[in-house]
């Protein structure tokens, strides 16, 4: 079982930066890919960002290639998530997730593959404009 958490998380205006962290424990061996979702009340959870851990292929959503960039750190068992050029309706709990997933190359099938995987509990973003 593989155990996931957030943090890094908080209020910003809109045009500023944050930088989330995931760190994993437990069997994440049993994993190979990371990533990021986020949530807002009544909405389904959205794919944001991913990285396979080993080959450290990138995948992101259309809605924050080039403000957001996906990293790692494997010493520290940890993927980060810097969020630049923050808007409005980024405004929502981002939660890490972390899965086995065939070596997809879109974005699309590898989101859908993490959301069966190990999730953190969440850390707010609240970006204000």
């Known amino acids: 079982q593989v155990h996931l958490v957030e943090s890094g998380g908080g209020s910003v205006q809109a045009g500023g930066s944050l930088r989330l962290s995931c760190v994993a424990s437990?069997?994440?061996?049993?994993?190979?890919?990371m990533g990021w979702f986020r949530q807002t009340p009544g909405k389904e959870r959205e794919g944001v960002a991913a990285i396979f851990t080993g080959r450290g292929s990138t995948f992101y959503a259309d809605s924050v290639k080039g403000r957001f960039t996906i990293s790692q750190d494997n010493a520290k068992n940890t993927v980060y998530l810097q969020l630049n050029s923050l808007r409005a309706e980024d405004t929502a709990m981002y939660y890490c997730a972390a899965e086995a997933v065939p070596f997809y190359n879109n974005y699309r099938d590898v989101f859908r593959a993490l959301k069966s995987g190990a999730w953190g509990q969440g850390t707010q973003v609240t970006v204000s404009s």
């Open positions: 437990g069997n994440i061996y049993s994993t190979n890919c």
